[in-house]
C-alpha cells in the first residue's frame, strides 16, 4: 500500500510516497481502508519543525476492513471516522476503536474529516468561553477547519461574531457568508470595541492582540498549537481570566461523543455547513501542505485516497 511518510524535518519538499506493507490491527485497533484525511495546522508544523520526524497523524474516515483482538463496537464495512496518531497519510490506517465514530449514511468521508474533529474543537471551545446570547465572540483563524466551525456555533448560541483573519482579502467575503457581523485583519490598529470571549488559535502577536481586545470580566479561550504568551497585567486590568485544552486527552469521553451526534443531526439539518477549501490526492501531500503554510486556506484541506 502507499504511505506518505519523511525522514529529515524541512518543508513540504521533504514529504514523499513509499510503499510499505499493510498493518496489521492490534488489540482494540480497526484496521480502514482510508478514502479521506484532514490536513491540520499541528501536523504541518511538525514537519517543519519537529525535533525529530514523528509519524503524521490526522483525521481519517474509510471503511472498516479487520477487527483487532478485542476492538469492540464495530463491524466490517462499516463507514467510520476517527482521529490517527501515526501513519494517517495511508491507503490504509490503524484507529484505535475508542477514537472512532460511524460515519451517518448521508454524509460522505470528506465531509466527516471536514466536521467532527473541528467540530469538537469548536464546540469545546464555545463551552470553554460559555457563550451567551448577546455577547461577542472574536475568533482567529476564523477562516480555517476550525473557525468556519467556531462561527456557526457562536452564532447559534445568540452570540455577535468578530472575526479576525490574515491580510487576504477573500478572507473577509468568505467569513461573512458564514455569519461573521464584523471582521478585523490581523495587522489592523484596532479590533473595535471590547468583546466579551476571545476564542484565539493562532499564538504569538495575535494572541497577544485577543488578550488586549477583551472587556471587562472578559474570558480567553486558547487551544491552539502556535507558542505564545499571555500577559497576566492585561488580563488584571481587565479582570479578565483564561483557559485552555488540549484535545488529545478529552477528559469526558462520554460528553465528546454526544457533542459528535450533536454535530451530524445539526449538519443534517442544513444549518451547519462544512466548508472545504480543496481535496487533494494522497500522492500531492506536498501541496496540501503548501496551502496550510501559506495561510490561503477557506476551510478545511483534505487529502483524499482513490
Known sequence: MRRVNYVINGGPEVLFVEDVPTPVPGPGQLLVRCEAVGVTWPAVRRVR?????????????GV?????PGARGFRLGDRVTGLC???AY????????HLASRVPEHADAVTAVALVRSGLVARRACAAGVVGRGESVLITAAAGAVGTMAIQLVRAHGARVVAAVGAKQDKHAFVRTLGADAVVGYDDPSWGEPVDVALE???????DKAVRALGRGGRL???????????????????????GFRMGSPAAPSLHACWRDELWDWHREGWLRTRVHA????????????????????????????
Open 49 to 61: 519543525e519537529g525535533p525529530e520526524p514523528i509519524p503524521l497523524g490526522g483525521e481519517v474516515a
Open 279 to 306: 481535496e487533494i490526492p494522497l500522492a500531492r501531500a506536498a501541496r496540501a501542505h503548501e496551502v496550510i503554510e501559506s495561510r490561503a486556506n477557506l476551510g478545511k484541506v483534505v487529502l483524499v485516497v482513490d
Open 90 to 97: 495511508a491507503e490504509r490506517v490503524l484507529l484505535a476503536d
Open 221 to 243: 479561550v486558547t487551544f491552539g498549537a502556535q507558542p505564545g504568551a499571555i500577559c497576566s497585567g492585561e488580563l488584571m486590568t481587565r479582570g479578565a481570566s483564561a483557559t
Open 64 to 68: 472498516v476492513e479487520a477487527l483487532g
Open 85 to 87: 496518531f501515526e501513519h
Open 201 to 207: 488559535c493562532v499564538g504569538g502577536e495575535v494572541l
